[in-house]
């Protein structure tokens, strides 16, 4: 259960972290994953129709991380459906590190880089619990 909440709370810290500063904020996230560009100090006007549309920035953000967790949807493929004493990592097809690396890559490109920080805390914490309740990072 405590896993859970942690997969609601980390990107909510990270993105209070991030948008404390929501200059910091835009520029690190925002204005990449909305494809806005900026200007000098200027912000093309698309930012701003956004803004209205998707509400606040940092809850687009926040949105684009929780979100992320659609990649339990693996968890289908496994039967039982859910067991809380199965590590994850490595066991299902999309929490393998070869996929893990491609996560990591995804930080790297602006466009994908709230999705890809996304995925790489939802296997950090995938991989903490394979420790908490297994003793193993990954099986
Ligand atoms: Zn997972």
């Given at each position: 259960?405590?896993?859970?909440?942690?997969?609601?709370?980390?990107?909510?810290?990270?993105?209070?972290?991030?948008?404390?500063?929501?200059q910091?904020?835009?520029?690190?996230l925002?204005?990449?994953?909305?494809?806005?560009?900026?200007?000098?100090?200027?912000?093309?006007?698309?930012?701003?129709?956004?803004?209205?549309v998707?509400g606040?920035?940092?809850?687009?953000?926040?949105?684009?991380?929780?979100?992320?967790?659609?990649?339990?949807?693996?968890?289908?493929?496994?039967?039982?459906?859910?067991?809380?004493?199965?590590?994850?990592?490595?066991?299902?097809?999309?929490?393998?590190?070869?996929?893990?690396?491609?996560?990591?890559?995804?930080?790297?490109i602006?466009?994908?880089?709230?999705?890809?920080?996304?995925?790489?805390?939802?296997?950090?914490?995938?991989?903490?619990?394979?420790?908490?309740?297994?003793?193993?990072?990954?099986?």
């Open positions: 259960m405590l896993h859970l909440a942690l997969h609601f709370l980390v990107p909510a810290l990270l993105v209070g972290v991030l948008f404390r500063n929501q910091l904020g835009d520029k690190v925002g204005d990449k994953v909305l494809g806005d560009k900026v200007l000098g100090d200027k912000v093309l006007s698309h930012k701003v129709l956004s803004h209205k998707l606040a920035r940092w809850q687009v953000a926040y949105l684009i991380l929780i979100a992320t967790m659609v990649v339990d949807i693996d968890h289908l493929l496994a039967n039982p459906i859910y067991d809380p004493n199965r590590c994850s990592i490595g066991f299902h097809p999309l929490h393998q590190p070869g996929f893990i690396g491609l996560y990591l890559l995804l930080c790297f602006p466009k994908t880089r709230l999705i890809g920080l996304g995925l790489t805390i939802h296997m950090l914490l995938d991989s903490i619990d394979c420790q908490v309740t297994n003793g193993i990072w990954i099986n």
